[in-house]
T-cell receptor, first 115, second 111 residues
Framework: NAGVMQNPRHLVRRRGQEARLRCSPM?????VYWYRQLPEEGLKFMVY????????ESGMPKERFSAEFPKEGPSILRIQQVVRGDSAAYFC?????????????FGPGTRLTVT | DAKTTQPPSMDCAEGRAANLPCNHS???????VYWYRQIHSQGPQYIIH?????ETNEMASLIITEDRKSSTLILPHATLRDTAVYYC????????????WGAGTKLIIKP
């Protein structure tokens, strides 16, 4: 049973470009969460999605960031017009039962570098 | 802001028990204590969680004080592969994602 998959693992973008981060949850999991981690810091929640629904986006910046989890295919975190401050590790996690699940399964992360 | 306090770093000898403390003095009655760890450059990994009682699984034991204001994660026989940052997190009972992650404790296992 494959774990949570994220790609790409490393992404380099110039300021002003768009970044697209993909997350495929574990098989049978329909709940996806995105987190951001700056160096030497803990994770910060960004958004919680179910298939075709955004459940909680309270941690998402109001501008330039968006997330989706379509009926088919991976979840996508999209960052438009990237700035240097967007450089971070972005982790995706999934769970089978939503917010009552006691455990989240994390992917290996995507390390975004904005030059 | 994080609702837990952990030492920034700890060392432990290989084969010995690693005891990682965590203070959560403002914990509410419906908040669980969770522990995750993050090995360098990897995604976090769930270890264990508890509410009031001590808990044990194949990875670790969790000891929660009677007043629930602090807890200790115990790795009974630490190996070099246990070197990681360990996060102590409190979460409300009905939400697994509104976690407040602090900076954690960097545990270094020495041979």
């Amino acid at each position: 049973n494959a774990g949570v998959m994220q790609n790409p693992r490393h992404l380099v973008r110039r300021r002003g470009q768009e970044a697209r981060l993909r997350c495929s949850p574990m098989k049978g999991h329909s709940h996806v969460y995105w987190y951001r981690q700056l160096p030497e810091e803990g994770l910060k929640f960004m958004v919680y999605l179910q298939k075709e629904n955004i459940i909680d986006e309270s941690g998402m910046p109001k501008e330039r960031f968006s997330a989706e989890f379509p009926k088919e295919g991976p979840s996508i975190l999209r960052i438009q017009q990237v700035v240097r401050g967007d450089s971070a590790a972005y982790f995706c996690a999934s769970s089978p039962y939503g917010s009552q699940s006691y455990e989240q399964y994390f992917g290996p992360g995507t390390r975004l570098t904005v030059t | 802001d994080a609702k837990t306090t952990q030492p920034p770093s700890m060392d432990c000898a290989e084969g010995r028990a690693a005891n990682l403390p965590c203070n959560h003095s403002t914990i509410s009655g419906n908040e669980y204590v969770y522990w995750y760890r993050q090995i360098h450059s990897q995604g976090p990994q769930y270890i264990i969680h508890g509410l009031k009682n001590n808990e044990t699984n194949e990875m670790a034991s969790l000891i929660i004080t009677e007043d629930r204001k602090s807890s200790t994660l115990i790795l009974p026989h630490a190996t070099l592969r246990d070197t990681a940052v360990y996060y102590c997190i409190v979460r409300v009972a009905d939400s697994n994602y509104q976690l407040i992650w602090g900076a954690g404790t960097k545990l270094i296992i020495k041979p």
